[in-house]
């Protein structure tokens, strides 16, 4: 089990903030684990799927599960950077101007519906979550740490939506899906609020303390040479694909670099193994890089590309 000198068990940490979201999210294992993952590894976290299925719950139950900061966003057509970022506005009493923080001077960050916005507001994000501080009109304010974004992103063939920049989906860490609940899990959502929303009773379990504690105790987490280079290797043949093109960048390598210590620390293990890094392939890596157009003849996806690339990519002992 994996212990550190801020004394902090990440094995235990991480399954109180699993079991807290899962009072609320039924039937996605796999989401709830990779939300955790993201928030241990100090990352945003992208969440797409249609309407209805649970995007807002889980990003809600994540941020009420942390003792920190939170604010939502609720993104509109119409709504500008000033908006995120906050506004100087002129004292009258003190005959100065007075900077008024906006919603992205939080700890943790609901953006919700985030491509209902248009490209201009969306790159409001970019700094904030790039480089963890925010300039306006020249003046530059630092973010709170933690900061984590958590996005809700619906598909884009919606009416009212707009594709994100590619600059932007690539500083999201984790991409993830929900899909739709099995009948017995739909039925049970029906249980769960026949009288009151689960989420409504949701109480912290963490501190700020324990999840600075623990984002430092995940940086710990071992990575042998040979798996950095499998690490390496993956993203280098992702990027060199006939069909692929524009690649994922360095910031996928440092991605499943991140991920694969906060998956192992998860499992009680304090080193990453290949299993950690192909699991994580796909919610990390197929959001980062761009298709060739004839693909779509093809009827080609990412997760095609991921596929082939981790069978032919042979795995270190």
């Known amino acids: 089990m994996v212990q550190t000198q801020v004394d902090i068990d990440l094995k235990a940490f991480a399954e109180r903030i699993t079991a807290n979201i899962e009072r609320v999210i039924v039937g996605k294992r796999e989401a709830v684990e990779l939300a955790v993952v993201g928030l241990l ?13 649970g995007k807002t719950m889980l990003a809600r139950s994540l941020a009420r599960s942390l003792g920190c900061s ?11 950077p000033s908006d995120l970022t906050g506004v100087n506005i ?28 248009t490209p201009k507001t969306q790159s409001a994000l970019l700094e904030a979550m790039g480089e963890g501080q925010i300039t306006v009109e020249g003046v530059t304010h630092t ?22 920049p590619e600059a932007q ?7 993830v899906h929900l ?18 929303h689960p989420l409504d009773n949701l109480q912290a379990v963490a501190t700020e303390g324990e999840l600075s504690a623990a984002l430092t105790a995940t940086r710990n987490v071992f990575v042998s040479p040979a798996v950095k280079q499998y690490i390496v290797d993956l993203i280098r043949a992702v990027r060199d694909h006939p069909q692929v093109y524009v690649g994922p960048s360095t910031r996928a390598s440092l991605g499943l670099y991140r991920t694969g210590q906060a998956r192992a620390s998860m499992r009680g293990r304090d080193h990453v193994l290949p299993d950690d890094i192909k699991a994580l392939m796909y919610p990390v890596v197929a959001h980062r890089f761009l298709l060739q157009p004839e693909t779509r003849l093809r009827e080609l996806s990412p997760s095609d590309i991921l596929d082939e690339t981790l069978k032919q990519m042979p795995v270190p002992a």
Request: net charge negative; aromatic share 12%.
């Open 169 to 175: 989906l690539d500083r999201f860490l984790l991409r």
């Open 90 to 117: 002129f004292n009258q009493r003190s005959r100065e101007f007075e900077f008024r923080p906006g919603p992205l001077l939080a700890q943790v960050v609901l953006a919700d519906e985030i491509n209902r916005a």
């Open 179 to 196: 899909g739709y609940a099995e009948p017995e899990q739909e039925i049970e959502i029906l249980d769960r609020q026949q009288y009151e």
């Open 41 to 53: 590894a100090g990352g945003h976290m992208l969440i797409e799927d249609v309407p209805g299925v």
């Open 143 to 164: 973010l709170p740490t933690p900061f984590m974004v958590l996005a809700t992103l619906n598909p884009i063939e919606y009416e009212g939506t707009f594709p994100l």
């Open 70 to 80: 939170f604010s939502r966003i609720q993104f509109t057509p119409d709504m500008l």
